[in-house]
């Protein structure tokens, strides 16, 4: 199998996660292209990249899509846990650590992190939170290999240097800033304003 696209990977991830609510049914490139925005062509390219047949009017069935997306970019329900931190509890922060996120998934938060002590010591959370003076001893010690980076905007970038320093390999991140880190880092840029930006522009062409 040829070596897949960034972007096809991307896709392929997405769909994964579209495919688990049709268990055994089948589903078209028709019906894949009006829920997620791509293409019918997008949709039918990608599959084709790891083997999968073109679904015609019956569609594909979706579990064994999955079951090749899984193959093909090493996505696996039943994968060891991978443990994630998320640094900065303000008020999304706060809504990040309650959400259900990671349910029905293998990722998992077990630490928590803010500059204010204070806030460590008042939030409620079923998981530990601490001030961020601790970040690099409790990140190395439970091997934490990504972040969800939710501070303001003028301290991302130094937040990110620091986590990558303490091993972190994949940062979620939720601010503005553009974050300038080693390639061997992936990150993946959600928030709202950046995101919206995005979708001006492949709407409007600005």
């Not at 029905?104 to 939030?123: H, K, Q």
């Amino acid at each position: 199998m040829k070596t897949l696209p960034a972007p096809t990977k991307k896709r392929l991830a997405v769909l994964f996660q579209f495919l688990s609510q049709f268990g055994e049914e089948k589903v078209t490139s028709a019906h894949i292209a009006s829920k997620t925005g791509w293409t019918e062509a997008t949709v039918r390219r990608d599959i084709s990249l790891i083997g999968g047949a073109a679904g015609g009017k019956g569609g594909y069935v979706s579990s064994v899509l999955r079951q090749k997306i899984s193959c093909a970019i090493g996505i696996f329900e039943k994968a060891a846990p991978k443990k994630c931190c998320l640094v900065g509890l303000g008020r999304l922060g706060s809504v990040l650590l309650e959400s259900p996120t990671f349910d029905n998934s293998s990722f998992y938060l077990v630490a928590g992190f803010d500059s204010s002590s204070n806030r460590t010591e008042i939030l409620r959370s079923t998981i530990p939170l601490y001030p961020t003076a601790q970040m690099e001893k409790i990140i190395r010690a439970e091997k934490i290999a990504f972040a969800l980076l939710a501070v303001p905007s003028d301290c991302a970038q130094k937040a990110a240097e620091r986590l990558v320093a303490c091993g972190i390999k994949g940062i979620v991140n939720y601010t503005n800033t553009i974050l300038s880190l080693p390639s061997d880092v992936v990150v993946e840029n959600v928030s709202p304003s950046l995101v919206l930006a995005s979708i001006s522009a492949k709407l409007y062409g600005i």
